[in-house]
């Protein structure tokens, strides 16, 4: 959709003022792209779920966007500009006078640092995709919760708009039927869970389109932008849903490892592992919205709706347990075989180690005090695991359950967590000769246990009892998935 003829005047000063060079154009944006800043002008159009046809709703949604992301991102959004006429009557940028327009001033980001544009060309590795679920989940903490939502109407609204989108959009008349036959079951299971979710903060006013397209690096670390700012209603949504969509494009983009990584990050950081629950019904809208959203431009959208049908298939949960001394690799292979198990996008890793340190408020890597391992705080820690676990195999989504499980106590807690979801628990203990964990402990860095050498020594040493798990020597070959 070109420019509206009345604001030729205002996009040809914005495009002398970046140097000359084509716009940009979205729907609903001119983007003029100079050597170090942007300057984005909203067009005057009527979409019919934005109106910016009016001079007023342009400067609101442009403060808005400008108020929305510039805190996620210092200095990438610098400042909302009108453009007045001198007194030579030309229009220029800024100055005194009634503004006849709008634009956002923004810095100028590098193509190569979006990271859709990372993730295509292999740079979405295991760090990356850490920072990715720190900045989330540093995002959510930063939004209030809004009170008295209706969660579940909401999402029924939502299903009903992408249902009629994806008809509209021309894909299969039969197959959006199925697909909104099931979404409309799924949310009727999980009223009630959504409606206390929202009573306990989780909807936030949140990003609301927050896939790969719209996060960036900078300052050498990834931070989302482009907030969804022309509908309150569309992105005021349980933050769970927020993430959902990464986790789609993720999926669908990089690969079910890099979604599986940075849901389980985020929920290292944010503690919300309950939000499984929804998963498989976030994933399918997500899924569903970018199915309708290609099939607009030309594309069959048909690989999205397969994965938006597969999210609500249910899938039996299972549950894993991997022990052993520390160095043995237990967070290695959960991390490995994660991605393979249960629904999309695979277990949930609850990691004793990263669950002591947000009890803590401090990140994984973040060393702690030997005093944070008393008995007395890791019974707490694993009571908060074992709590967790019980929520997500309840809610039918497969857990594994990462901590050293040297005390029997611990291994029974586990097995009952299973036997009281119905699942059995499969557990795997992890060995290695002393020499090699030794040599694994002393070279680990970055990581979110604090167990050296010393602990090491103090953890062979002690008898664990009985171990009737499986036995898997990490020095040999393994099991690629399990």
Known sequence: ??????????AALLRRLAGGDPPVETHISALFLGADRVLKLKKAVDLGFLDFTSLDARQRFTRREMALNAPHAPGLYRAVHPLTRGPDGALRLG?????????LEMARVPESDFLDAVARRG????AMQDALGDAVAALHAALPPVGGWDAPAALARVIEGNRAAALA?????????????????????????????AAAGAVRRCHGDLHLGNLLLWQGHPAPFDALEFD?????????????FLLADLDRIVGRSAANRVLNRYVARSGDAALVEGLPLWLSLRALIRAHCLARTGDDGLPCLAQAEAALRPVAPRLLAIGGLPGSGKSFWARRWAPAIGAAPGALILRSDEIRKRRHGLAP???????????????????????AARAALAAGHSVIADAAFLDPAMRQGIEEVGKAAGIPLQGIW??????????????????????????????????????????????GPMPTSI
């Open 430 to 475: 992890l060995e290695a000769p002393l020499a090699v964990l030794r040599d694994r402990v002393a070279a680990r860095r970055g990581d979110a246990s604090d167990a050296g050498p010393a602990v090491l020594e103090a953890a062979a040493a002690r008898d664990p009892g009985a171990i009737a798990w499986q036995r898997l020597d990490v020095t």
């Open 232 to 244: 309150e209603a569309l992105a005021t949504v349980d933050t769970g849903y927020d993430l959902a």
């Open 365 to 387: 890597e973040e060393r702690l005090p030997p005093e944070a391992y008393a008995a007395s705080a890791s019974a707490a820690v694993h009571q908060e695991l074992f709590d």
């Open 95 to 103: 100055g005194e006078g009634g503004a006849v327009e709008w634009a």
């Open 123 to 126: 740079g979405l590795d295991a």
């Open 1 to 10: 959709m070109s420019i509206p003829a009345e604001q030729a005047e205002a």
């Open 169 to 197: 959009a021309g894909l299969s008349e039969p197959r959006i039927a199925a697909w909104a036959a099931a979404a409309a079951a799924a949310l009727d299971r999980l009223s009630p869970w959504l409606a206390r979710r």
